[in-house]
């Protein structure tokens, strides 16, 4: 399957930052509750960033601009209709059933079912540019945004910068490890926080790693992500940590030199990414898969799914055990056999 656009990776630029704490109540906005969800059989043809896991088995998607939608298995509902077009880029479904929404121009939503609350650096976000939703094991939300990491715990916000020891304030990407310890993948260098204290994780070579866009941890507790190599204007590299790369606790392993922009681990302990073939993102994107019992070998052998010439993003194992991902113009599902593209026949053509 091929597309003959060519779309470099890129990452929003931000200056606005916060820190401390600030507790308000949420502003009100102009959401017209009268407008009823839109359901339709298809999918959203516009940017898909990032694909999650709702409750009961439904599938979350943050595509840019047309919504945040929800696939019951049969239709997709757009859940954000009522705010109007956004620049969507994450979602998240919390332990309480309440979703979450995250915009790259005007901050977060927060929907119970019923009413939404926004938040942005009025009421304490660090920045209205926000890349990552992260729910930690005590409930708490986190947010990477362009100005820096917000953690809120249902009635303020704390706020966590340069100042505060993070390594760079544009965040892509929040985890936490079983250890406990929150991991930043940002446009700068790679840290994790220790509740105390940020620390730069660096190779065997003493270099940090910089431009990760996506941190997991497998199920043998290892910590994997991917970085990939940025080129100054002159077109000179200006550090070489790209590809995908593995910590076991003690040392870091590139497992392969092919830069990804997410990755995932399936229920089998397969590993999936996305990435450029091409360390600038120009060219083509590939969904990649590498076997589970072959991950420690030395040369680790890759299958190719699919390559198209428009960027692929996130990725999600569905409770069926179909693979689902992003892209620059929708979403798409591979059931193993077959790639399913949910755009409307005339978004197609």
Request: glycine share 10%.
């Amino acid at each position: 399957m091929k597309y003959f656009n060519l779309y470099p990776l890129f990452v929003m630029a931000v200056i606005t930052s916060y820190c401390g704490e600030k507790q308000t109540k949420p502003h009100k906005d102009n959401i017209n509750y009268e407008i009823k969800d839109t359901i339709t059989s298809y999918g959203p043809k516009s940017m898909v960033r990032n694909v999650k896991q709702g409750r009961n088995g439904t599938i979350l998607i943050a595509a840019s601009y047309a919504g945040v939608f929800r696939y019951d298995g049969k239709s997709f509902t757009n859940l954000t209709g009522k705010i109007g077009s956004r620049r969507y880029w994450n979602v998240l479904e919390d332990r309480r059933g309440t979703l979450w929404f995250a915009t790259t121009d005007s901050g977060v939503y927060h929907y119970n079912g019923k009413s939404f609350q926004h938040f942005t650096t009025r009421e304490g976000l660090a920045n209205d540019a926000v890349f990552s939703i992260y729910e930690d094991r005590a409930g708490t939300i986190w947010f990477g945004t362009g100005g820096g990491a917000s953690r809120y715990d249902g009635k303020s916000f704390r706020n966590y910068t340069t100042k505060e020891g993070l390594s760079n304030n544009n965040i892509h990407t929040i985890f936490e490890d079983k250890s406990g310890k929150i991991w930043f993948g940002t446009s700068g260098d790679a840290c994790f926080y220790d509740g105390k204290t940020f620390t730069v994780f660096k190779n065997k070579k003493g270099k940090a790693f910089q431009n990760v866009w996506s941190i997991i941890e497998d199920r043998n507790g290892n910590v994997w992500f991917g970085a990939s190599i940025i080129n100054d204007r002159k077109g000179d590299t200006l550090f070489v940590s790209n590809g995908i790369w593995r910590y076991d606790g003690s040392t870091f392993t590139r497992v392969i030199e092919r830069a990804a922009s997410a990755i995932f681990e399936d229920k089998h302990g397969n590993i999936w990414t996305t990435g450029p073939v091409h360390p600038n993102g120009v060219g083509d994107w590939i969904l990649s898969f590498y076997n589970q019992k072959s991950l420690y070998t030395k040369k680790v052998p890759v299958i190719e799914i699919m390559s198209i010439n428009k960027m692929l993003c996130g990725i999600l194992e569905a409770d069926d055990g179909s693979i689902w991902f992003g892209s620059l113009n929708g979403v798409y599902r591979y059931d193993g056999k077959n790639i399913t593209d949910f755009r409307s026949k005339k978004d197609k053509q």
